[in-house]
């Protein structure tokens, strides 16, 4: 099975940008359609983005513009470039796989294989 990492998380000022990488290691080295999702403390589990294996994307409607979901196949990586950061957008941050190829991309439900997920912290 395929196993995630997730990277590129920290503190950041209000306006600021970080890009989160997250690299795929394992058995295989298939690519997968992948999500991003995050938690802060005392909320669910909300969708920010997806992309397909075609790489089409799917965003998030309050942080599309400011958020861009990229992926480079041949390095196994999909990266969440983020801009603009708010105090709204401290959580931890996690990608996920849909290994079975069968997807809603913005349903949590539809990924078989997470990261451990890498905090964001965004100051006012």
């Known amino acids: 099975q395929v ?3 997730e990277s590129g998380g920290g503190l950041v000022q209000a306006g600021g940008s970080l890009r ?5 290691s394992g ?6 359609s992948m999500g991003w999702f ?13 992309i397909g294996r075609s790489a089409d994307t799917y965003y998030r ?11 480079d196949n041949a390095k196994n990586t999909v990266y969440l470039q ?12 996690y990608c996920a796989a849909d290994t079975d190829g069968r997807i809603n ?16 912290t965004v100051s006012s």
């Open 3 to 5: 196993q995630l990492v």
């Open 20 to 24: 989160l990488s997250c690299a795929a």
């Open 27 to 32: 058995r295989t080295s298939s690519q997968y």
């Open 38 to 50: 995050r938690q802060a403390p005392g909320k669910e589990r909300e969708f920010v983005a997806a």
């Open 61 to 71: 409607n309050s942080v599309k513009g400011r958020i861009t979901v990229s992926r």
């Open 82 to 93: 983020m801009n603009s950061l708010e105090p709204e957008d401290t959580a931890v941050y």
């Open 105 to 120: 991309p913005r349903s949590p439900s539809s990924y078989e294989v997470w990261g451990q997920g890498t905090l964001v």
